[in-house]
């Protein structure tokens, strides 16, 4: 059937109702009909299943933007790169004419860009064509995404800051600014600016509770998951990314050590500030055997021990002074004495896979002298 129209007078005021959900929809805003049902296919259809990654993220937030737009998404580049990815997970049927097709659209939009009319949705849209380079292993390109990931971001909270005015969508900005952190890995991404992508702990807290639905709360003992847990996890993933770079050739010659060093001393202000201020109180009911303490409080130790233990292991600078530091030792010690007392929850799926806990035992035993280490023992 044919959608009923609205018509005014007038240059670009012609409109389109949408008959599913009453939203007048700018004839500007629409999609060529044979991309029509693929496109809402990806804004509403979709299985989450059929993504994983960094595509999961890109998925989520597309749906994120739509819902705030108002139920149609007017940023042309945004449009052609959800085209795009829609068509990636699809490639087996439709081959790679439409990625491309639809890459280059995007691409046109993004080129048209000016200081003006640039928002959230070219940076969404940046960063979709980052997670499609990816799926389709092209190097290259991903290293010229992650550096307009930069560009984009950086210039959109200057214009906020400029303005006073936050950006409709500037609480999600987070979620993007750390893929820069977990995989910023060229000469132009030094250590500090992708120390620096990290952002406030704080912000990242309120983009994960914003995206996932989830309880913003930060109580040790809870026994939900919550943002401040996907923060600590994601931050942890993108300072071993961090610290395996500063201990190779490739770290950056050029890199003040001064700014590193005191963006890291702010990261460690801001993650020990609050919400772990019961975690000796946890560690001595662990110890000394006051009472049991269940799954979900010692994977949020570990959690914070080990972001910890890596904090300060970055601290001191090249990781063959960390075996000579007495409180990184002390640290690690400790990061093995929770692993090995939740050994008796490890067949239990709550928030940390196995060989992640595993990947801990090994960080935290590592580190300890060749006597210690064998004493951990054996981890199922």
Same mark, same amino acid.
């Given at each position: 059937m044919k959608e009923p129209c609205i018509k005014r007078r007038g240059p670009g005021t012609e409109k389109v109702l949408n008959p599913d959900r009453d939203i007048i929809i700018p004839d500007d805003c629409k999609v060529n009909g044979e991309d029509g049902m693929m496109y809402q296919y990806a804004l509403s259809g979709s299985p989450e299943s059929k993504y994983d990654g960094f595509s999961y993220l890109a998925m989520k937030l597309w749906r994120k933007f739509r819902a705030g737009y108002g139920g149609f998404i007017p940023c042309a580049s945004l449009r052609h790169a959800i085209l795009a990815a829609s068509y990636v997970q699809m490639s087996s049927v439709?081959?790679?004419?439409?990625?491309?097709?639809?890459? %280059?659209?995007?691409?046109?939009?993004?080129?048209?860009?000016?200081? *003006?009319?640039?928002?959230?949705?070219?940076?969404?849209?940046?960063?979709?064509?980052?997670?499609?380079?990816? %799926?389709?292993?092209?190097?290259?390109?991903? /290293?010229?995404?992650?550096?307009?990931? !930069?560009?984009? /971001?950086?210039?959109?909270? /200057?214009?906020?800051? *400029?303005?006073? &005015? !936050?950006?409709?969508?500037? &609480?999600?900005?987070?979620?993007? %600014?750390?893929? &820069?952190?977990?995989?910023?890995?060229?000469?132009?991404?030094?250590?500090?600016?992708?120390?620096?992508?990290?952002?406030?702990?704080?912000?990242?807290?309120?983009?994960?509770?914003?995206?996932?639905?989830?309880?913003?709360?930060?109580?040790?003992? /809870?026994?939900?998951?919550?943002?401040?847990?996907? !923060?600590?996890?994601?931050?942890?993933?993108?300072?071993?990314?961090?610290?395996?770079?500063?201990?190779?050739?490739?770290?950056?010659?050029?890199?003040?050590?001064?700014?590193?060093?005191?963006?890291?001393?702010?990261?460690?202000?801001?993650?020990?500030?609050?919400?772990?201020?019961?975690?000796?109180?946890?560690?001595?009911?662990?110890?000394?055997?006051?009472?049991? &303490?269940?799954?979900? !409080?010692?994977?949020?130790c570990l959690l914070y021990l080990a972001v910890d233990l890596v904090l300060r292991i970055m601290a001191v600078g090249p990781f063959s002074r960390a075996f000579d530091t007495p409180d990184i030792v002390a640290g690690a010690w400790l990061l093995v004495r929770v692993v090995l007392y939740h050994k008796r929850w490890c067949h239990v799926r709550w928030f940390l896979r196995l060989h992640y806990i595993k990947v801990f035992l090994f960080l935290g035993s590592v580190l300890l002298p060749a006597g210690d280490a064998r004493d951990t023992g054996n981890f199922p």
């Open positions: 439709y081959g790679e004419s439409k990625i491309i097709q639809h890459h %280059s659209k995007a691409f046109a939009a993004l080129r048209k860009l000016t200081p *003006e009319t640039l928002d959230d949705g070219d940076l969404l849209a940046t960063y979709i064509l980052y997670a499609n380079s990816r %799926s389709m292993y092209c190097m290259r390109e991903e /290293s010229e995404h992650l550096k307009g990931l !930069v560009a984009l /971001s950086n210039h959109l909270n /200057s214009k906020d800051r *400029e303005s006073g &005015v !936050v950006g409709e969508f500037a &609480v999600l900005r987070p979620m993007i %600014s750390l893929v &820069v952190a977990w995989c910023g890995s060229d000469a132009h991404q030094t250590s500090y600016s992708c120390l620096a992508a990290l952002g406030n702990p704080w912000q990242l807290a309120n983009a994960n509770a914003e995206l996932l639905g989830l309880p913003w709360g930060c109580n040790l003992a /809870s026994d939900l998951r919550t943002a401040w847990d996907h !923060v600590l996890w994601q931050s942890l993933l993108a300072l071993l990314r961090i610290l395996e770079k500063r201990n190779t050739k490739d770290a950056a010659a050029h890199e003040s050590d001064n700014s590193f060093t005191s963006a890291l001393a702010t990261l460690r202000m801001r993650l020990r500030d609050r919400p772990f201020n019961q975690i000796q109180e946890i560690l001595d009911q662990i110890f000394n055997g006051l009472e049991p &303490v269940g799954q979900f !409080v010692t994977e949020r």
